[in-house]
Nanobody
Framework: QVHLVESGGGSVQAGGSLRLSCVAT????????MAWFRQAPGEEREGIAT????????FYADSVQGRFTIALDNAKNTIFLQMNSLKADDTAMYYC?????????????????????WGQGTQVTVSS
C-alpha cells in the first residue's frame, strides 16, 4: 500500500521561500512519476510540478515556472518542492501525488487523472 506524507508547509510573507517534502512508502512501480498539486479555496486542483523517477525530467505549470523547483531523491523515495519568490496567489493546500509512468502513449504530467496515490496535503499561506 502506497502512502504519501507531505511536510514543510507554513506561513510566509510574499517574496519568501518554503521547501515542501513528500515521503513515499510502498511504491513498487519500476518507473513512476511524482507530482505536486495545489488547491486554493473555491478553485480547481492545479498540477504545478512533476518529476519522472528514472530520468529526473521535470515539468512545470506556467504559474510556477522559474520560481519553483521539484527534485527527487530516489534513495529516500522523497520529493521536494523548493518554492521561491512566493506570492499571495500561491496560497493553497499542496498535495503530493504518485502514479505509474510507462513512457508509452500520451501522458499528461500535470493532470490529476494520471496519479493514483495522494497525500493528505500541507497548507501554504503567503501574506502580502
Amino acid at each position: 500500500q502506497v502512502h504519501l506524507v507531505e511536510s514543510g508547509g507554513g506561513s510566509v510573507q510574499a517574496g519568501g521561500s518554503l521547501r515542501l517534502s513528500c515521503v513515499a512508502t510502498g511504491i513498487t512501480y519500476s518507473t513512476y512519476a511524482m507530482a505536486w498539486f495545489r488547491q486554493a479555496p473555491g478553485e480547481e486542483r492545479e498540477g504545478i510540478a512533476t518529476v519522472i523517477s528514472t530520468t529526473g525530467k521535470a515539468f512545470y505549470a506556467d504559474s510556477v515556472q522559474g520560481r519553483f523547483t521539484i527534485a527527487l531523491d530516489n534513495a529516500k523515495n522523497t520529493i521536494f518542492l523548493q518554492m521561491n519568490s512566493l506570492k499571495a496567489d500561491d496560497t493553497a493546500m499542496y498535495y503530493c501525488a504518485a502514479g505509474a509512468y510507462s513512457g508509452v502513449g500520451s501522458w499528461y504530467p500535470l493532470n490529476d487523472f494520471e496519479y493514483t496515490h495522494w497525500g493528505q496535503g500541507t497548507q501554504v499561506t503567503v501574506s502580502s
